[in-house]
């Protein structure tokens, strides 16, 4: 099955829509009950969107949604929850996209704002264009970010990037801002460009920088030189601030000193 | 006529020994005040009836035109926010609460743009505190971080630091020693035992860096951290390690300096450290003289402390997407009640674009820079000076401000619960 909705234009409101039903689940059982809330009023999905639907599936596996429209970066909370299927973004697309996600594949052909795939647990996301803060982080005061599945960014990352990650894999091929990685657990980050800060305070988990670190805290250990996958990294350990049995793996690195 | 005891409604310090001498309905001697809170207790030039925007020009209305008008704009709204808070009473932030919950709102007080970031890490790692008296009257060593009280909070050092007696100090202004750390010698540095200067953004490292050195893992710290060497962090580190007592006070140069939450948390888990040590505690050195009672008020009433979102029927806090500085960036509210504060002399021009953009009714005293964008201005009485109520000091302690003389002007409680209760009959 596969559903495309259309958002229609808003005429110059920016009131974000939260759409935490937008997830391929949902579709099994038609489109008539399916709402969205726009601030402080409910709207039924045709409201907010044309919508069409092809073919039948019995299984959110075997449904995919096609989100289109030059406003979709208005659309918050879309894949939230989701177990299965695939939802395609043609846009860009806002906050807490993918939040606690379990399972199947979402893919972002633009840019991402805040929080995509917060808390994520499992399954995959695809962004082709830049994400903002917090990409694949936790919720305020939260003890674990995201546990499990794999974030992929192709363009850059935003400050915070997997803040309290522990678990799963989280891959920006650009650069990434301020304190990625802070507090992390476990899991895995790789960061292919520079980014500034990485895992402040870690306690566990591996982190691999291909570009710069820049302003590196002082409390990470340098063990010595690694050969990995055709790269010469140095090694650190740390963070040593709070007895932090992390790896940090860097090309470069620079001290604010 | 001389009243004694009056609480001056400035900052967090909530000073609750001033005098003021009242010639009718005026102020015309304050002493024992900083020059802060005299300022403001002898105000003038107040508003002197609710004013409506008619074009390019002002009308004055009525109370009761005013309370309507901000009440429909609110019951209308898609997406309303009620913002500021920190510069009324307790009982006033109350009906603000209920109304946002009515209308299905964002509210969010002046913590979003000063000591958010310290909730934040509270949340994250608890709090170490302990009220202002307690470190009067025992703490040897005072440390006081990207914060400057001679300047924001000139009484803080004279009535709970480094010029006060402490209980348990036979000679307190020589046992006592203050460490100041800022990226500038500010007024504070120059009567500090020692002054650490780090560069700009490097907080978070110098605190790492003394939390390794806590563990006895200097060995590993570069020779310079952030502009500080290795031996002023191993002294200073020293210091707080051989103190029987010491305190930390944290200003906006830690809070809103690059890592924002990510520093106090640092912080925090430094003062955290230094407890296996000695007794160590931390606080914030909050602004407005009600700023902590607009997060106590919030977080009783809605279990968050700024940034509450209720467009869904229920509380949802997120600071970085329900703030009010993020929602105004962002386009995302059609209506703003501002009390309390002045965020058009504060927040970032595009914030100020979308307030220019939409409806909004303020409730202040006197005129101010948010004066410019509103459609409805609401004259109030000043809490602490012509109406009563409750504030919180910058320690959480619960202090009632006093009347000093009557006024006409009504006080943002009765305002506020005259549009709520016209709200319940409308929505």
């Excluded at chain 2, 932030?93 to 946002?100: F, R």
């Amino acid at each position: 099955m596969k559903v495309t909705l259309t958002m229609k234009p808003a005429g110059g409101s920016f009131i974000p829509i939260e759409a935490e039903s937008i997830i391929p689940k949902s579709f099994l059982s038609g489109t008539d009950d399916i709402s969205v809330w726009r601030g402080n009023r409910e709207l039924g999905l045709s409201e907010v969107f044309s919508i069409s639907v092809e073919g039948k599936a019995d299984r959110p596996e075997d449904v995919e949604v096609i989100i289109a429209g030059d406003e979709t970066f208005r659309l918050k909370r879309v894949g939230e929850y989701m177990d299965g299927g695939k939802i395609t973004v043609l846009g860009d697309i806002g906050m807490h996209c993918g939040n606690f996600m379990s399972g199947g594949t979402i893919e972002i052909q633009g840019n991402a704002d805040g929080w995509l795939g917060r808390e994520m647990a499992g399954g995959t996301i695809l962004c082709r264009g830049d994400a903002a803060n917090y990409c694949a982080s936790g919720y305020r005061g939260g003890r674990k970010g995201m546990t499990g599945g794999t974030v992929e960014i192709f363009g850059r990352a935003g400050a915070f990037l997997a803040e309290n990650v522990a678990g799963g894999t989280v891959i920006v091929h650009g650069d990434a801002g301020d304190m990625a990685g802070a507090e992390m657990r476990d899991g895995t980050l790789i960061v292919h460009g520079d980014c500034s800060r990485p895992v402040a305070n870690m306690k566990g988990g591996s982190c691999y920088v291909f570009g710069t670190a820049h302003a590196l805290i002082p409390t990470f250990k340098k063990i010595g030189t690694v050969r990995h996958e055709g790269r010469m990294l140095i090694h650190f350990i740390g963070d040593i601030a709070n007895r932090g049995k992390g790896n940090l793996f860097v090309k470069d690195y620079r001290y604010l000193d | 006529m001389i009243v004694k005891d009056v609480v001056c409604p400035f900052c967090g310090c909530l000073c609750d020994d001033i005098e003021v001498e009242v010639e009718g309905n005026r102020v015309v001697a304050v002493a024992n005040a900083c020059e802060l809170g005299a300022t403001k207790l002898t105000g003038e030039r107040r508003m002197k009836n609710p004013i409506l925007r008619d074009g390019d020009a002002w009308k004055d209305i009525s109370y009761d035109e005013a309370i309507r008008y901000a009440s429909d704009m609110l019951l209308s709204a898609e997406r309303p926010l009620l913002y500021g808070w920190s510069g009324t009473h307790g009982e006033a932030q109350c009906v603000g609460v209920h109304m946002a919950e009515l209308v299905r709102g964002v509210i969010d007080n002046t913590s979003s743009v000063c000591h958010g970031p310290s909730i934040l890490a509270i949340q994250e790692v608890g709090h170490p505190g302990c009220t202002l008296g307690v470190v009067k009257n025992r703490a040897d060593l005072v440390i006081y971080w990207g914060s400057n009280p001679i300047d924001a909070h000139p009484r803080h050092l004279s009535r709970y630091t480094y010029y006060a007696d402490g209980f348990f100090l036979e000679n307190a202004f020589r046992d006592r020693k203050v460490i100041v750390v800022d990226i500038r010698k500010t007024e504070t540095a120059n009567v500090a035992d020692e002054f650490m200067q780090i560069q700009p953004g490097g907080d978070y490292a110098v605190l790492s860096a003394l939390r390794a050195i806590v563990r006895g893992r200097a060995e590993s710290i570069p020779q310079t951290v952030a502009g500080v060497t290795r031996e002023q962090l191993i002294r200073v580190a020293n210091l707080c390690k051989e103190a029987k007592f010491g305190a930390v006070y944290f200003g906006l140069g830690l809070t809103m300096t690059q890592g924002k939450y990510k520093n106090i948390r640092n912080a925090i888990e430094l003062v955290t450290e230094l407890n296996r040590h000695t007794k160590f505690t931390i606080s914030a050195m909050r602004g407005h003289y009600n700023v902590y009672g607009s997060n106590e008020v919030n977080t009783w009433m809605t279990g968050y402390p700024f940034g509450i979102d209720f467009s869904r029927g229920i509380a949802f806090y997120n600071p970085g997407e329900t703030t009010a500085v993020d929602i105004l960036a962002r386009k995302e509210c059609d209506a703003a009640l501002i009390v309390g504060s002045d965020p058009a002399a504060h927040f970032p021009r595009r914030c100020l674009e979308h307030l220019a953009d939409i409806p909004v009714v303020q409730l202040d005293p006197y005129p101010n820079a948010t004066t410019a964008f509103c459609n409805v201005q609401i004259p109030v009485a000043v809490t602490g000076i012509d109406a009563e109520g409750t504030a919180y000091r910058m320690d959480g302690v619960p202090i009632r401000t006093r009347k000093i003389f009557s006024t006409e002007y009504p006080s943002d409680e009765e305002v506020l619960s005259r549009m709520y209760a016209l709200m319940q009959e409308d929505g």
